[in-house]
Nanobody
Framework: QVHIVESGGGLVQTGGSLRLSCSII????????LGWFRQAPGKQRELVAI???????QYGDFVEGRFTISRDNSKSTLYLQMYNLKPEDTATYYC??????????????WGQGTQVTVSS
């Protein structure tokens, strides 16, 4: 059974930074394709960034160079470093285990999410 726990969210001012972490237990982490998603109230969940097991990385268009996804296979942990945060980045951020087949397909493995709130 896959167990996913996100952490690192919080309240920051516009222009601030946060580093999110996602611990994944019960999977072959190094062989996983992983993603960060976010969902704001009243909006659909959207893809933030992905990291495939063969080191392909992609970001949502709104990232604009502000976020960096990384992984530590030895710790089974996925990270999302976020800089220059904006109020529109306010959302619950989720970690996901997915698969890559020319594009990212999320599997039904989600954590409980971590809240990021950016004040103006």
């Amino acid at each position: 059974q896959v167990h996913i726990v996100e952490s690192g969210g919080g309240l920051v001012q516009t222009g601030g930074s946060l580093r999110l972490s996602c611990s994944i237990i019960g999977s072959t982490f190094a062989r996983n394709t992983l993603g960060w998603f976010r969902q704001a109230p009243g909006k659909q969940r959207e893809l933030v960034a992905i990291s495939t097991f063969h080191d392909r990385i992609q970001y949502g268009d709104f990232v604009e160079g502000r976020f960096t996804i990384s992984r530590d296979n030895s710790k089974s942990t996925l990270y999302l470093q976020m800089y220059n945060l904006k109020p529109e980045d306010t959302a619950t951020y989720y970690c996901n285990v997915g698969r890559w087949d020319g594009q990212y397909f999320p599997l039904n493995f989600w954590g409980q999410g971590t809240q990021v709130t950016v004040s103006s």
